[in-house]
């Protein structure tokens, strides 16, 4: 059975920090793409930051460039999210998922290639 389990989020201060882990169980991470979607209230869904199997490519939205960082670490199966500079336009529900697929390039993260989604960590930013 798979499973994608968010840890990390929480409260932060605008221009702080916080770091996004997705534990996976049940099947082995790096033979898939993975990725961060987010959902902010009253917003669609989209697609933040998606790393390849390996870990050498990568694909930020424009939003979040030069803030955040996606890594992961395939012997612990487990995938990560830095965030740094945090604004509060950043606050949303955020999900760490599957993809079905790696496709290098801008479509990489696109909503129709998630396999399998975790169950949503919540980050707010706020003074």
């Known amino acids: 059975q798979w499973q994608l389990v968010e840890s990390g989020g929480g409260l932060v201060q605008p221009g702080g920090s916080l770091r996004l882990s997705c534990a996976a169980s049940?099947?082995?991470?790096?033979?898939?793409?993975i990725g961060w979607f987010r959902q902010a209230p009253g917003k669609e869904r989209e697609g933040v930051s998606c790393i390849s199997p390996t870990g050498i490519t990568t694909f930020y939205t424009d939003s979040v460039k030069a803030r955040f960082t996606i890594s992961r670490d395939n012997a612990k199966n487990t995938g990560y999210l830095q965030m740094n500079s945090l604004k509060l336009e950043d606050t949303a529900v955020y999900y760490c998922?599957?993809?079905?697929?790696?496709?290098?390039?801008?479509?990489?993260?696109?909503?129709?290639?998630?396999?399998?989604w975790g169950q949503g960590i919540q980050v707010t930013v706020s003074s």
């Open positions: 049940g099947f082995t991470l790096d033979d898939y793409a």
């Open positions: 998922v599957v993809l079905s697929r790696f496709i290098p390039g801008p479509d990489m993260c696109e909503q129709n290639l998630v396999l399998h």
